[in-house]
T-cell receptor
Framework: GDSVTQMEGPVTLSEEAFLTINCTYTATGYPSLFWYVQYPGEGLQLLLKATKADDKGSNKGFEATYRKETTSFHLEKGSVQVSDSAVYFCALSLTGTASKLTFGTGTRLQVTL | KAGVTQTPRYLIKTRGQQVTLSCSPISGHRSVSWYQQTPGQGLQFLFEYFSETQRNKGNFPGRFSGRQFSNSRSEMNVSTLELGDSALYLC?????????????FGDGTRLSIL
């Protein structure tokens, strides 16, 4: 079946460090890929998305490129801030079941001063 | 534009009871999906409703059911509650057309079973 694998957390970084959170997927067909972020006590917020191979999604300094050859969608940010501390979820949806998201297990990011 | 609204935010029930959770989607959104979030199983898809019809269903027992009204508001019902049903239940809405539209999530209802 379809699945998303994320790197285990927590990830602890100092402010202004470079961030990479790895995400790989298994899917039948051609999925759309998403990164969502969850702050404590809140629901999920869409961070960025990519809908086809080689697309790059970007938002608030975060980027991820849809790599079909490696079935990956790694999240990166050049300089993290304390306010980026949250749980990050990689997810996919398939054509025809667009409102059914399959999520990874989430990666907790802790940024310290 | 108001976001997705879920009520109540917190709920405490005992085993064997039933519960109904409510979700009001973003205005104009016709698709509503429900997810269960637990520390052990993560985020799992429950079901999706579009134009008052269930369009997709996840792998949950029949105790979990839902419905959608003509104004796109949705309710989710869980009967004969079990301890394992303790979770954060998230609702998400989208316009419902096309495969690329992201879902917008509410803040969830945290259900605790005693």
């Amino acid at each position: 079946g379809d699945s998303v694998t994320q790197m285990e957390g927590p990830v602890t970084l100092s402010e202004e460090a470079f961030l990479t959170i790895n995400c790989t997927y298994t899917a039948t067909g051609y999925p759309s890929l998403f990164w969502y972020v969850q702050y404590p006590g809140e629901g999920l917020q869409l961070l960025l998305k990519a809908t086809k191979a080689d697309d790059k999604g970007s938002n608030k300094g975060f980027e991820a490129t849809y790599r079909k050859e490696t079935t990956s969608f790694h999240l990166e940010k050049g300089s993290v801030q304390v306010s980026d501390s949250a749980v990050y979820f990689c997810a996919l949806s398939l054509t025809g079941t667009a409102s059914k998201l399959t999520f990874g297990t989430g990666t907790r990011l802790q940024v310290t001063l | 534009k108001a976001g997705v609204t879920q009520t109540p935010r917190y709920l405490i029930k005992t085993r064997g009871q039933q519960v109904t959770l409510s979700c009001s989607p973003i205005s104009g959104h016709r698709s509503v999906s429900w997810y269960q979030q637990t520390p052990g199983q993560g985020l799992q898809f429950l079901f999706e409703y579009f134009s008052e019809t269930q369009r997709n269903k996840g792998n949950f027992p029949g105790r979990f059911s839902g419905r959608q009204f003509s104004n796109s508001r949705s309710e989710m019902n869980v009967s004969t509650l079990e301890l394992g049903d303790s979770a954060l239940y998230l609702c998400a809405s989208s316009p419902g057309q096309g495969s690329n539209q992201p879902q917008h999530f509410g803040d969830g209802t945290r259900l605790s079973i005693l």
